[in-house]
């Protein structure tokens, strides 16, 4: 397989430019799979072969993104993320197991 020589380093952001650390990314091709995630200061690195490539980006609390593109040597993404407006109506809190019931034959 042709790799790219260069390896992306890039970003994932939030909206007020802050990087997200661990945010997961997934690049599939028809063949070829790769995944990684951003570090400490919200960079991902990774070395493709140039493909076509379907991406997504997901991180907890935000709106997974999805893309296509075509890598080659001077092609990288970076990534901003919209916060995920969703909120839970209800919490329920068991303070007790519940009674296991046991049937004899």
Do not use: C, M, W
């Not at 997961?24 to 990774?46: E, K, M, W």
């Not at 140039?50 to 092609?75: C, L, M, P």
């Amino acid at each position: 397989a042709l790799f790219v020589k260069k390896v992306l380093i890039k970003t994932v952001k939030n909206q007020n430019q802050q990087a997200l650390i661990g945010a997961n990314l997934s690049f599939l091709s028809s063949t070829h799979s790769f995944a990684t995630s951003t570090d400490s200061v919200g960079q991902y690195q990774l070395t493709l072969p140039a493909d076509f490539y379907s991406i997504e980006v997901h991180y907890v609390g935000f709106v997974s993104q999805y893309t296509n593109a075509t890598f080659s040597r001077k092609d990288s993404l970076n990534f901003i993320l919209k916060k995920q407006n969703s909120f839970l109506n209800e919490v329920i809190i068991l303070t007790s197991p519940k009674k296991a019931i046991g049937i004899l034959s």
